[in-house]
């Protein structure tokens, strides 16, 4: 089956500085991507879609100058974490849409940034 | 405003019995609903699916159960085994868009 990859899986940073999260759709096109966030003992939030080609479309409450996101390639989608902050610690995970069934969707593994 | 929800944070079940995982949604348009497993560290992967034409899928040791009238889904595992102990999130879209709502999770434990 298709899958979709993250890198890191994991990343400590200091507070202040910016984080780079990869997803990758290794066998497979994803003209649309989506980043999740996953809350302790709660649902996965759903952040933003991820457009390739144009911009990202952003859930309501969730700051897009923090959380940048850039689809540059059919294959490729990043979440940048802008200025994180301890409260930004969380796990992230993007998902992409099988291209042959668009209702089931392939999770990435996850990442896990923990903010210092 | 949670359109999934999962009432039962937990579930404990002796293994071979059934486990039974429930999912109540309010929005009366989603029309395909999944049920994905994560074990702890990892994303979830998806596990079953259904869709509003059909009241019943199964596949394997799992079965999904809708009844649309009350807004509900649920998933049946049997036998459980101690390899199914992990967290279950349902979740539901409207055929129009990709966008999947998720419900809060049911952490499951198989005990052996």
């Known amino acids: 089956g298709a899958v979709v990859s993250q890198h890191p899986s994991r990343v400590i940073c200091k507070s202040g500085t910016s984080v780079k999260i990869e997803c990758r759709s290794l066998?497979?096109?994803?003209?649309?991507m989506f980043w999740y966030r996953q809350f302790p003992k709660k649902s996965l939030m759903l952040m933003a879609t991820?457009?390739?080609?144009?911009?990202?479309?952003?859930e309501q409450g969730v700051e897009k100058d923090k959380f940048l996101i850039n689809h540059a390639s059919l294959t490729l989608s990043t979440l940048t974490v802008t200025s994180a902050h301890p409260e930004d610690s969380s796990f992230y995970i993007c998902s992409a849409p099988e291209p042959s069934d668009y209702n089931e969707q392939f999770f990435g593994p996850g990442t896990r940034l923990t903010v210092l | 405003d949670q359109q999934v929800k999962q009432n039962s944070p937990s579930l404990s079940v002796q293994e071979g019995r059934i486990s039974i995982l429930n999912c109540d949604y309010t929005?009366?348009?989603?029309?395909?609903f999944l049920w994905y497993k994560k074990y702890p560290a990892e994303g979830p992967t998806f596990l079953i699916s259904?869709?509003?034409?059909?009241d019943k899928n199964e596949d394997g040791r799992f079965t999904v159960f809708l009844n649309k009238s009350a807004k509900h889904l649920s998933l049946h595992i049997v036998p459980s085994q101690p390899g199914d102990s992990a967290v279950y999130f349902c979740a539901a879209s409207e055929s129009t868009g990709n966008q999947f709502y998720f419900g809060t999770g049911t952490s499951l434990t198989v005990i052996p």
């Open positions: 066998d497979f096109q994803a003209t649309t």
């Open positions: 991820s457009n390739e080609g144009s911009k990202a479309t952003y």
């Open positions: 259904i869709s509003s034409i059909k």
């Open positions: 929005n009366s348009m989603f029309d395909y």
